[in-house]
T-cell receptor, first 115, second 113 residues
Framework: GAGVSQSPSNKVTEKGKDVELRCDPISGHTALYWYRQSLGQGLEFLIYFQGNSAPDKSGLPSDRFSAERTGGSVSTLTIQRTQQEDSAVYLC?????????????FGPGTRLTVL | QQQVKQSPQSLIVQKGGISIINCAYENTAFDYFPWYQQFPGKGPALLIAIRPDVSEKKEGRFTISFNKSAKQFSLHIMDSQPGDSATYFCAASGDNYGQNFVFGPGTRLSVLP
Protein backbone atom coordinates (compact mmCIF):
# COMPACT_ATOMS: atom_id res chain seq x y z
CA GLY A 1 0.00 0.00 0.00
CA ALA A 2 0.96 3.62 -0.37
CA GLY A 3 0.75 4.54 3.30
CA VAL A 4 1.29 3.20 6.80
CA SER A 5 -1.35 0.71 7.82
CA GLN A 6 -2.25 -0.50 11.28
CA SER A 7 -4.41 -3.33 12.52
CA PRO A 8 -6.75 -3.76 14.12
CA SER A 9 -8.35 -0.34 13.87
CA ASN A 10 -10.18 -0.94 17.14
CA LYS A 11 -9.47 -3.38 19.95
CA VAL A 12 -11.57 -3.93 23.04
CA THR A 13 -10.09 -6.18 25.67
CA GLU A 14 -10.55 -7.09 29.27
CA LYS A 15 -8.19 -6.00 31.99
CA GLY A 16 -5.37 -8.50 32.39
CA LYS A 17 -5.43 -9.81 28.83
CA ASP A 18 -2.53 -9.46 26.38
CA VAL A 19 -2.92 -7.56 23.12
CA GLU A 20 -0.86 -7.29 19.94
CA LEU A 21 -0.99 -4.27 17.69
CA ARG A 22 0.43 -4.42 14.18
CA CYS A 23 2.06 -1.80 11.99
CA ASP A 24 2.92 -2.08 8.30
CA PRO A 25 5.23 0.81 7.39
CA ILE A 26 5.74 2.34 3.98
CA SER A 27 7.82 -0.03 1.88
CA GLY A 28 11.52 0.82 2.03
CA HIS A 29 11.30 2.99 5.14
CA THR A 30 14.03 1.99 7.56
CA ALA A 31 12.74 3.89 10.58
CA LEU A 32 9.60 3.04 12.49
CA TYR A 33 8.11 4.76 15.52
CA TRP A 34 5.35 3.92 17.97
CA TYR A 35 3.44 6.63 19.82
CA ARG A 36 0.54 6.65 22.23
CA GLN A 37 -2.18 9.29 22.17
CA SER A 38 -4.48 9.44 25.14
CA LEU A 39 -7.82 11.23 24.90
CA GLY A 40 -7.26 14.94 24.44
CA GLN A 41 -3.52 14.57 24.90
CA GLY A 42 -0.52 14.96 22.68
CA LEU A 43 1.55 12.16 21.29
CA GLU A 44 3.73 10.23 23.70
CA PHE A 45 6.80 8.58 22.16
CA LEU A 46 7.12 4.88 22.96
CA ILE A 47 9.88 3.29 20.86
CA TYR A 48 11.94 3.80 17.72
CA PHE A 49 13.28 1.14 15.33
CA GLN A 50 16.12 1.53 12.88
CA GLY A 51 15.82 -1.56 10.74
CA ASN A 52 15.09 -4.41 13.12
CA SER A 53 16.88 -2.95 16.11
CA ALA A 54 15.44 -0.59 18.68
CA PRO A 55 18.10 1.93 19.74
CA ASP A 56 15.59 3.95 21.72
CA LYS A 57 13.07 2.22 23.98
CA SER A 58 13.03 5.04 26.46
CA GLY A 59 9.33 5.78 26.09
CA LEU A 60 7.97 2.35 26.96
CA PRO A 61 5.96 3.03 30.12
CA SER A 62 6.54 -0.32 31.83
CA ASP A 63 7.92 -3.81 31.26
CA ARG A 64 4.43 -4.88 30.21
CA PHE A 65 5.10 -3.13 26.91
CA SER A 66 7.36 -4.64 24.27
CA ALA A 67 7.82 -4.29 20.55
CA GLU A 68 9.60 -6.06 17.77
CA ARG A 69 10.22 -5.52 14.13
CA THR A 70 11.01 -8.26 11.66
CA GLY A 71 12.44 -8.18 8.16
CA GLY A 72 12.93 -4.44 8.46
CA SER A 73 9.23 -4.10 7.85
CA VAL A 74 6.28 -5.13 10.01
CA SER A 75 6.30 -4.21 13.67
CA THR A 76 4.23 -5.55 16.54
CA LEU A 77 3.59 -3.73 19.80
CA THR A 78 2.60 -6.10 22.58
CA ILE A 79 0.98 -5.07 25.83
CA GLN A 80 0.82 -7.76 28.48
CA ARG A 81 -1.66 -7.85 31.35
CA THR A 82 -3.47 -4.79 30.06
CA GLN A 83 -4.64 -2.16 32.51
CA GLN A 84 -7.39 0.43 32.10
CA GLU A 85 -4.79 3.20 31.90
CA ASP A 86 -3.46 1.54 28.73
CA SER A 87 -6.61 2.68 26.91
CA ALA A 88 -5.48 5.05 24.17
CA VAL A 89 -4.89 5.33 20.45
CA TYR A 90 -1.61 3.71 19.47
CA LEU A 91 -0.02 5.33 16.43
CA CYS A 92 2.73 4.01 14.24
CA UNK A 93 4.85 6.14 11.93
CA UNK A 94 7.64 5.44 9.49
CA UNK A 95 10.28 7.56 7.82
CA UNK A 96 12.74 6.84 5.07
CA UNK A 97 16.03 7.00 6.97
CA UNK A 98 15.29 7.92 10.58
CA UNK A 99 16.96 11.30 10.40
CA UNK A 100 14.99 13.76 12.50
CA UNK A 101 14.09 15.98 9.56
CA UNK A 102 12.68 13.10 7.52
CA UNK A 103 8.93 13.32 7.33
CA UNK A 104 7.24 10.84 9.61
CA UNK A 105 4.21 9.29 7.95
CA PHE A 106 1.58 8.17 10.42
CA GLY A 107 -0.89 5.35 10.22
CA PRO A 108 -4.52 5.80 11.27
CA GLY A 109 -3.90 4.25 14.67
CA THR A 110 -5.35 1.45 16.74
CA ARG A 111 -7.88 2.50 19.36
CA LEU A 112 -7.39 0.26 22.39
CA THR A 113 -10.08 0.09 25.04
CA VAL A 114 -9.39 -1.89 28.21
CA LEU A 115 -12.53 -2.70 30.17
CA GLN B 1 13.24 20.55 29.92
CA GLN B 2 11.91 18.07 27.41
CA GLN B 3 8.44 19.62 27.34
CA VAL B 4 6.90 21.61 24.56
CA LYS B 5 4.13 23.89 25.76
CA GLN B 6 1.30 24.78 23.40
CA SER B 7 -1.54 27.25 23.58
CA PRO B 8 -4.42 27.72 23.29
CA GLN B 9 -5.95 24.34 24.01
CA SER B 10 -8.85 25.16 21.70
CA LEU B 11 -9.52 27.92 19.22
CA ILE B 12 -12.62 29.06 17.38
CA VAL B 13 -12.17 31.30 14.35
CA GLN B 14 -14.55 32.67 11.78
CA LYS B 15 -14.03 31.72 8.15
CA GLY B 16 -11.51 34.07 6.59
CA GLY B 17 -9.90 34.91 9.91
CA ILE B 18 -6.37 34.28 11.13
CA SER B 19 -5.68 31.33 13.43
CA ILE B 20 -2.62 31.61 15.65
CA ILE B 21 -1.20 28.78 17.74
CA ASN B 22 1.81 29.27 19.97
CA CYS B 23 4.46 26.88 21.26
CA ALA B 24 7.41 27.24 23.61
CA TYR B 25 10.31 24.96 24.44
CA GLU B 26 13.17 24.83 26.92
CA ASN B 27 15.73 22.45 25.44
CA THR B 28 18.22 24.46 23.41
CA ALA B 29 19.36 21.26 21.70
CA PHE B 30 16.11 21.17 19.77
CA ASP B 31 16.90 21.91 16.17
CA TYR B 32 13.84 21.01 14.15
CA PHE B 33 10.28 22.18 14.69
CA PRO B 34 7.47 20.59 12.69
CA TRP B 35 3.75 21.17 12.89
CA TYR B 36 1.34 18.31 12.40
CA GLN B 37 -2.34 18.42 11.47
CA GLN B 38 -4.69 15.68 12.62
CA PHE B 39 -8.26 15.12 11.48
CA PRO B 40 -10.60 12.96 13.58
CA GLY B 41 -9.95 9.27 13.10
CA LYS B 42 -6.74 9.90 11.17
CA GLY B 43 -3.08 9.90 12.06
CA PRO B 44 -1.21 13.21 12.20
CA ALA B 45 0.24 14.52 8.95
CA LEU B 46 3.16 16.88 8.56
CA LEU B 47 1.96 20.36 7.70
CA ILE B 48 5.04 22.55 7.74
CA ALA B 49 8.40 22.58 9.51
CA ILE B 50 11.18 25.03 10.31
CA ARG B 51 14.83 24.99 11.34
CA PRO B 52 16.12 27.69 13.71
CA ASP B 53 18.35 29.27 11.11
CA VAL B 54 15.35 31.14 9.68
CA SER B 55 12.78 33.27 11.47
CA GLU B 56 9.85 32.54 9.21
CA LYS B 57 8.67 29.95 6.73
CA LYS B 58 5.58 30.23 4.60
CA GLU B 59 3.76 27.58 2.62
CA GLY B 60 0.53 28.76 1.10
CA ARG B 61 -1.76 29.96 3.86
CA PHE B 62 0.42 28.45 6.58
CA THR B 63 3.32 30.35 8.16
CA ILE B 64 5.67 29.40 10.99
CA SER B 65 7.27 32.24 12.92
CA PHE B 66 10.31 31.33 14.98
CA ASN B 67 11.95 33.31 17.78
CA LYS B 68 15.14 31.54 18.80
CA SER B 69 16.05 33.87 21.65
CA ALA B 70 12.62 33.49 23.23
CA LYS B 71 12.49 29.77 22.42
CA GLN B 72 9.06 30.21 20.94
CA PHE B 73 7.45 29.41 17.62
CA SER B 74 3.99 29.84 16.26
CA LEU B 75 1.73 28.70 13.44
CA HIS B 76 -0.36 31.23 11.60
CA ILE B 77 -3.18 30.10 9.33
CA MET B 78 -4.29 32.92 7.08
CA ASP B 79 -7.79 33.05 5.55
CA SER B 80 -8.85 30.14 7.74
CA GLN B 81 -11.34 27.73 6.14
CA PRO B 82 -13.79 25.22 7.64
CA GLY B 83 -11.62 22.48 6.11
CA ASP B 84 -8.80 23.62 8.38
CA SER B 85 -10.79 22.44 11.40
CA ALA B 86 -8.51 19.86 12.99
CA THR B 87 -6.14 19.37 15.88
CA TYR B 88 -2.72 20.92 15.43
CA PHE B 89 0.39 19.70 17.21
CA CYS B 90 3.72 21.45 17.40
CA ALA B 91 6.77 19.31 17.97
CA ALA B 92 10.50 19.59 18.46
CA SER B 93 13.48 17.33 18.06
CA GLY B 94 17.23 17.38 17.90
CA ASP B 95 19.08 17.00 14.63
CA ASN B 96 20.16 13.39 14.56
CA TYR B 97 19.08 9.88 13.76
CA GLY B 98 16.18 8.54 15.76
CA GLN B 99 15.60 11.74 17.60
CA ASN B 100 12.16 11.25 18.98
CA PHE B 101 9.83 14.16 18.67
CA VAL B 102 8.50 15.87 21.74
CA PHE B 103 4.96 16.90 20.93
CA GLY B 104 2.88 19.68 22.37
CA PRO B 105 -0.53 18.73 23.80
CA GLY B 106 -2.38 19.96 20.72
CA THR B 107 -4.80 22.73 19.79
CA ARG B 108 -8.27 21.92 18.56
CA LEU B 109 -9.17 24.46 15.87
CA SER B 110 -12.73 25.01 14.75
CA VAL B 111 -13.33 27.33 11.81
CA LEU B 112 -16.93 28.46 11.62
CA PRO B 113 -18.52 28.85 8.16
Amino acid sequence: GAGVSQSPSNKVTEKGKDVELRCDPISGHTALYWYRQSLGQGLEFLIYFQGNSAPDKSGLPSDRFSAERTGGSVSTLTIQRTQQEDSAVYLCASSSTGWSTDTQYFGPGTRLTVL
Amino acid sequence: QQQVKQSPQSLIVQKGGISIINCAYENTAFDYFPWYQQFPGKGPALLIAIRPDVSEKKEGRFTISFNKSAKQFSLHIMDSQPGDSATYFCAASGDNYGQNFVFGPGTRLSVLP
